[in-house]
């Protein structure tokens, strides 16, 4: 017995400090200051430790779908853009509906070496009616890589032609929905409460392509949904009509389908996603600018630009000052919605 | 009346005591979100207290065992009689649960990859009675096995341990 | 569609190609042996190699991997009770008993064979639905999915032995713990008691290798000795394995339509088409008392079901982008990666992808089984280990498992705590694997019922009136009545 606690010990004391040094990686060597001049003695300021150094962590609070798919395709060149080649890889971190990871990005090591995606204003919303750890504001803003731009359509033998058909309906059309606290649910109730459809939600469905079939199932009547990817498919074969475009940032898509802002409700075109990124409060400026060219030219990478055509996943490029300018607008823009969604929340549990 | 197992009781106890929480709680959520969790929870209640009562008075249970398909549909259930006797489990089963507990400590303070090691060579030598160089191969060779696959093939960063910084989520 | 057939075979003529699919399925075999790991995680580690692949070999590649994963995790099943995956854990009813008669080598041996051709019928089926995937994928909605849901549980429900009360109530158990966490449904979180971790509820993966992986690591570990209890006996080899498949023939057809017929279905996937085989095989057994004791039919059941599914599942998933189970979500995402957009047009102007996903799930389920029946022989050797070491290893893996899916350390506590609270069941005679179904249908039970009253505006009357739905609703009340018929009926002889 006594053999075996000596024998455990001395292990333990030899091999755990081999593991450390094995397991964690080589910490950046410390840079030496540049010595002083000769006279005069002006002392300059040694320069910032290089970075990149290491792997780059880009967090990712969704699963398989936009964001993720975006941030793969710009992390896998956004490399060619930094100082040194360093690997960025993607971590996915979806639980609690993206705050999660949301709250992670924020309470990473603001040393550069983490960033993330975040969806506006779909966790803008969540910080207005729920306690979360993290504070948009607060974030240091790299850039704009792509919009989520609404649209309301209905299925190919649907009674409904036009935005008066929907509301003068006789019984509530029946919208479908991710659920609650989804982008897609808030814009959806925003829309249909503005023109006064008369509607009720029909929750728990998972991926557009699961709605997209319900709608043309005849499960419900109406959809407002944003992955035209998805949708463009059923729109070429007729199976789905667009009746109006909801976001600003889609008209090019439908020029022959009515606006909201034509049929008279100019406040809802301003409803719509962004996919922005972004670093911890407190990354040193020097850091946050080095990512953001590295950003912005990866986006604009003949690379990038051909995948984003092949897969017809348009890529909106904006810097970070414009990017934070967006989150402080949905804020304000959300803001006074809240009341409207509480009620509407309300409503729905009975 | 025959002897009451205490750990039963307990165990069983458990159940109904959970259920029953459950099934309060249902109450403070509105209509809709709690049909479901009532529908189930309700009879899930009933049923655990006539468990417990059948712990206690077997033969109740056995009027209530009106099994609707009378055979020993096995692998289903796995009774002690599958088991192969057992002789005083309960100590041995208390035994394991503080290596598998203490196991866990080791990873939560340390992180994996030194636990591996140290709870492959403790455990296999104290409690499998092993020889040294028989311990030593099998713990290093799944040490080399986790590290290859998870650390280098899946660049999983396997959790190093509170004492060494890692990060906890939130409970 | 023959030509688009032909092309893809022609890929496999290419050496890297061939190289590719080689290496999948072994990959796939790994991941699928390994507690907590599956074809998810496969493919998710998996997909940023894929990069620079064509399409059509990407494709291969990554099916190749998930196709070898079901009997992967049969092999760790049958050896040491431990399911690597979810939808491996009716074959350690059967294939855990026979191993520990020593006769391992016959259950890989008949996991093999039920695996591959399995795999084949549902590829088979899922040839023969694509002209007509669009009308087969338009009949199906919550209705239908939850009067699916309704009847397996009846039916699992109903083969809880002896004792009823306790089958009920671990199945009524396992149905509340997947209401804990979240409901996006109705916007609301329950049963949380203010923990963040529970947010999203209790995860699958801690109660796979909680229930079953730390369960039976304290069941043999305690047992001591080794898991084979006795030497094999003769007609326990491999070859005894493979004519056990044609033996019974006819249960083997039925697992793999149901296992079809599951896959097809949006929503439910490999868990659901095993339990659900499983059971009726043993309902309609003329020896219903032998299964779970190492009946060579019940490891055929199990095994045809989960491969057929993989076929049947990517029905929905290329002809509409809808899963038909878990590992095509993540098929999904590598789609859209490589820019492929399943919908109406996937079946018209990508017929070779399609064909490329068929090839793949067909090479690593021949290579897969072919190298499962080499090894059985070998592998059934850890058999005869002396159990402390299967306990080290299965406790590191089962922790290491539980960490990695999410990186969460508090999961590998959740999956400790189930540890002990299956082995406190399994005790006291409630069965583990009724638990294990409420838990995986209760939430889906909940919301496809909700999503149908939505749909209907309240009426409970869609349930009846749409003919797929009505259809698993008579069946429902048929296996009701047969089983207490059959009941009433051995009760008198």
């Known amino acids: 017995m006594k053999k075996l606690i000596c024998f455990s010990l001395l292990f333990v004391l030899i091999v755990l400090p081999l593991l450390v040094a094995c397991a964690k990686p080589a910490p950046a060597p410390a840079p030496k200051p540049t010595p002083a001049p000769a006279p005069p003695p002006v002392p300059t300021p040694p320069p910032p430790p290089p970075f990149p150094e290491e792997t780059i962590t880009w967090i990712v609070p969704h699963g398989a779908g936009g964001f993720d798919t975006y941030s793969r395709a710009i992390a896998k060149v956004m490399p060619k853009y930094l100082p040194k080649k360093v690997d960025i890889i993607i971590k996915n971190v979806p639980a609690a509906g993206g705050r999660t990871g949301t709250a992670d990005i924020y309470r990473s090591k603001p040393d550069g070496y983490t960033i993330g995606i975040l969806n506006i204003p779909g966790h803008i919303v969540s910080q207005l009616i729920m306690p979360v750890e993290y504070d948009l504001a607060k974030m240091e803003y790299l850039g704009l890589c792509s919009t989520i731009n609404y649209n309301l359509w209905v299925a190919k033998n649907s009674p409904f032609r036009s935005l008066s058909d929907l509301q003068q309906a006789k019984k509530p059309l029946r919208s479908p929905s991710y659920g609650f606290g989804q982008t897609g649910m808030l814009v959806a109730t925003i829309t249909l409460e503005a023109t006064r459809i008369p509607y009720t939600f029909v929750t728990g469905y998972t991926a557009a392509p699961e709605i997209a079939l319900s709608v043309i199932k005849g499960d419900v009547d109406i959809l407002i949904e944003s992955d035209v990817v998805v949708l463009m498919p059923y729109y070429k074969t007729g199976d789905l009509r667009p009746i109006a475009v909801i976001s600003e940032g889609a008209s090019q898509l439908f020029p022959d389908i009515p606006t909201m802002k034509k049929l008279g409700y100019p406040e809802l075109a301003e409803l719509g996603g962004y996919r922005i990124i972004a670093a911890p409060p407190g990354t040193p400026k020097e850091r946050v600018k080095i990512l953001e060219e590295a950003l912005i030219k990866a986006m604009q990478d003949a690379e990038t630009q051909e995948w984003s055509k092949k897969v017809e996943m348009p890529l909106v490029i904006a810097k970070g000052e414009e990017a934070k300018g967006i989150v402080l607008k949905q804020t304000q823009l959300f803001a006074k919605y809240t009341e409207m969604l509480k009620a509407a929340q309300k409503k729905l549990e009975k | 009346m025959k002897k009451v197992s205490k750990r039963r009781l307990l165990f069983a106890g458990l159940v109904v005591t959970f259920t029953l929480v459950i099934v309060l709680t249902s109450f403070s959520y509105f209509p809709k979100a709690r049909l479901l969790p009532l529908v189930v929870g309700i009879p899930t209640l009933i049923f655990s207290i006539l468990a417990l009562i059948g712990e206690i008075y077997p033969k109740l249970l056995r009027l209530l065992d009106v099994s609707l398909i009378d055979y020993t549909a096995g692998g289903l259930v796995k009774e002690e009689e599958s088991l192969g006797k057992p002789k005083d489990t309960t100590r041995q089963v208390l035994n394991l649960s503080l290596w598998l507990t203490g196991f866990f400590i080791l990873v939560y303070l340390v992180g994996f990859l030194i636990s591996i090691g140290v709870f492959g060579l403790l455990f296999l030598k104290v409690y499998g009675k092993v020889g040294w160089l028989k311990a030593i191969v099998v713990t290093a060779g799944t040490w080399g096995f986790i590290v290859g696959m998870f650390e280098v093939f899946m660049k999983v960063e396997l959790f190093q341990g509170v004492l060494f910084g890692a990060i906890v989520p939130p409970i | 569609m023959f030509e688009a057939f032909c092309q893809a075979l022609a890929l496999l003529f290419r050496p890297d190609v061939l190289g590719l699919a080689a290496l999948g399925t072994l990959i796939g075999l790994v991941f699928g042996v390994l507690p907590g790991l599956g074809g998810i995680i496969a493919v998710a580690v998996l997909l940023p190699f894929t990069y620079g692949m064509e399409p059509t070999t990407a494709m291969l ?218 059971v009726i095989a043993m309902q309609t057994s003329k020896h219903p008392e032998t299964y779970g004791k190492g009946n060579p039919e019940g490891v055929v059941a199990a095994e045809s079901a989960n491969n057929a599914k993989d076929g049947g599942s990517v029905l929905p998933t290329v002809g509409f982008g809808v899963p038909g189970s878990a590992e095509m979500v993540v098929l999904l995402g590598a789609f859209m990666l490589h820019g492929i957009f399943p919908g109406p047009t996937m079946i018209k102007e990508h017929l070779d992808i399609v064909f490329a996903i068929i090839v793949g799930f067909l090479i690593s389920n021949i290579l897969a089984s072919t190298l499962g029946l080499l090894a059985a022989n070998s592998l059934a050797g850890l058999t005869r280990i002396n159990t402390s070491y299967i306990a080290f290893g299965v406790a590191v893996l089962c922790f290491v498992g539980a960490f990695t899916m999410r990186e969460n350390i508090w999961d590998v506590v959740m999956a400790l705590l189930l540890g002990f609270f299956g082995y406190g069941m399994v005790r006291l005679g409630f069965p583990t694997v009724n638990f294990t179904t409420g838990y995986i249908l209760g939430i889906l039970a909940e919301l496809y019922f909700s999503q149908s009253l939505m749909i209907s505006y309240g009426s409970y009357a869609i349930f009846f009136t749409r003919p797929i739905s009505l259809t698993f609703f008579v069946l429902t009340l048929f296996i009701l009545v047969y089983s207490f018929r059959r009941g009433r009926g051995s009760e008198k002889g």
Request: glycine share 16%; charged share 10%; aromatic share 8%.
């Open chain 3, 61 to 278: 590649f990554l099916c190749a991997v998930m196709g070898a994963v079901p009997f992967g995790g049969s092999v760790s099943a049958i050896l040491i009770n431990t399911p690597g995956t979810a939808q491996n854990i009716c074959t350690t009813f059967d294939g855990f008993p026979m191993a520990r008669r020593g006769e391992a080598s016959r259950a890989l041996g008949i996991s093999a064979t039920a695996s591959g051709l399995g795999a084949l019928f549902g590829l088979v089926v899922l040839v023969m639905l694509i002209p007509v995937v669009r009308q087969v994928v338009l009949l199906i909605g919550p209705p239908e999915i939850f009067m699916l849901i309704l009847m397996g549980m009846v039916t699992i429900a109903l083969a809880a032995r002896g004792n009823l009360v306790k089958g009920l109530c671990a199945g009524g158990l396992g149905m509340l713990i997947s209401f804990i966490g979240f409901s996006p449904v109705f916007g609301v979180l329950r049963f949380n008691f203010g923990s963040e971790y529970l947010w999203d509820g209790v995860q699958l993966i801690p109660v796979v290798i909680g229930l079953f992986g730390i369960t039976e690591l304290i069941n043999y570990a305690v047992r001591g000795g080794t898991i084979a209890a006795e030497r094999a006996a003769a007609g326990g080899s491999m070859v005894e394995g493979v004519k056990d498949v044609f033996r019974h023939k006819l249960c083997f057809l039925r697992s793999s339509a149901i296992g079809t017929i599951v896959g097809i279905i949006p929503g439910i996937g490999g868990t659901v088409a095993t339990f659900l085989s499983y």
